[in-house]
């Protein structure tokens, strides 16, 4: 059974970092892409960013340069560094786990709060 969990969220000012987490079982981790994506309240669920087997990663215009995907394979893990935090980066985020363009699993969430 493929399960993700991920943790990490909170309540942060603005210009503030969080480290978001997302723990995988069920699945060879080292074999899927990991992708991390976010939904704010009424908008759609978007994609912030996303980490290959390869190791190569690609992020959302809107997070380059303040967002960094990195995955630990022992530890079957992805995680999200955002720093440089703005209000309109509250969410909830979401991982999941890709291979050959089809998305097998999605985590539950967890919630993201920029504000003073």
């Known amino acids: 059974q493929v399960q993700l969990v991920e943790s990490g969220g909170g309540l942060v000012q603005p210009g503030g970092s969080l480290r978001l987490s997302c723990a995988a079982s069920g699945i060879i981790f080292s074999t899927y892409n990991m992708g991390w994506y976010r939904q704010a309240p009424g908008k759609q669920r978007e994609l912030v960013g996303a980490?290959?087997?390869?190791?190569?990663?690609n992020y959302a215009d809107s997070v380059k340069g303040r967002f960094t995907i990195s995955r630990d394979n022992a530890k079957n893990t992805v995680y999200l560094q955002m720093n440089s935090l703005k209000p309109e980066d509250t969410a909830v985020y979401y991982c999941?786990?890709?291979?050959?363009?089809?998305?097998?699993?999605w985590g539950q969430g967890t919630q993201v709060t920029v504000s003073s």
């Open positions: 999941n786990a890709e291979v050959a363009g089809t998305i097998i699993s």
């Open positions: 980490i290959h087997s390869s190791g190569s990663r």
